[in-house]
């Protein structure tokens, strides 16, 4: 309880997104129970957790929850999602995998009785933000097309790693360049850097052009891995990690 971010509006938006995709979810299958649709109610669990925790949100926020300091407020505040995304979740999932969601649940809170006595989970419709979503939506259609061209740097074997891979994309949406720089876009790749730019030339039936151009230059951090222009040779820290480690 101590580490948790009470206010919404102080969490990074990578988590508030999440808490949006989450109350968005929240009303569809309140409506799924309403109509008696459970197929629709199981594939939007389904989804949820394959596509936008875990080959998204977690992923993202490994190298956070594993490296920043206790009280980093983005650490904070991921573990407040985390906190949320369980107590939600286990709910959403008692009524369909009965068995599983109960051993969840005891796991947790041996002394707190059985899952399926608990309510409805609270969650508030107002995280949701339809123009964060839309924003989202583009930097996650930009982010597949990232992670395509790193794949294919590994395939090539230009690259061991996506932490070492060096990424140029080019698009003709002016609000997408812009989006892409109002995060870190580079920490939502997973990547060394991304640089993301725009450009107009009218004659490109493409609406986005990547390119590549192979293996950083920078060393390794030898604690979070990532490979950074602080880092004077492979193995010693970043500032990030040397503050966490030594204060």
Not at 11 to 34: G, N, S, T
Not at 122 to 147: C, I, N, Q, T
Not at 159 to 171: D, F, H, N, T
Request: a negative charge; charged letters at 30%.
């Amino acid at each position: 309880e101590a580490e948790r971010v009470s206010d919404v509006a102080e969490m990074p938006e990578l988590e508030r997104y999440v808490l949006h995709l989450l109350a968005d979810m929240d009303a569809k299958l309140r409506q799924a129970v309403d109509d008696f649709d459970f197929n629709t109610y199981v594939r939007l669990i389904s989804d949820f957790a394959n596509n936008d925790l875990s080959a998204f949100f977690f992923d993202i926020r490994k190298d956070c929850l594993y490296c920043d300091a206790p009280t980093s407020l983005k650490r904070r505040a991921y573990r407040t999602v985390l906190d949320t995304l369980f107590h939600a979740l286990v709910r959403y999932a008692a009524p369909v995998l009965v068995f599983t969601a109960e051993e969840v649940w005891g796991t947790r809170y041996p002394d707190e009785g059985s899952v399926h006595f608990l309510d409805w989970p609270e969650v508030d419709a107002g995280w949701v933000d339809e123009p964060m979503g839309r924003k989202w939506s583009h930097l996650r259609e930009l982010r597949s097309a990232v992670l395509e061209a790193i794949e294919q740097m590994r395939r090539e074997k230009l690259v061991g790693s996506s932490l070492e891979a060096v990424v140029k994309i080019r698009v003709k949406d002016a609000m997408l360049s812009e989006r892409a720089a109002s995060v870190d876009f580079t920490e939502i790749c997973i990547a060394a850097d991304v640089e993301v730019s725009g450009f107009t030339d009218d004659s490109v039936e493409e609406t986005r052009q990547v390119s590549y151009s192979g293996r950083t230059t920078h060393h390794k951090c030898g604690r979070c891995w990532r490979h950074l222009l602080e880092v004077t040779e492979d193995g010693t820290l970043c500032a990030r990690c040397d503050e966490v480690v030594n204060g």
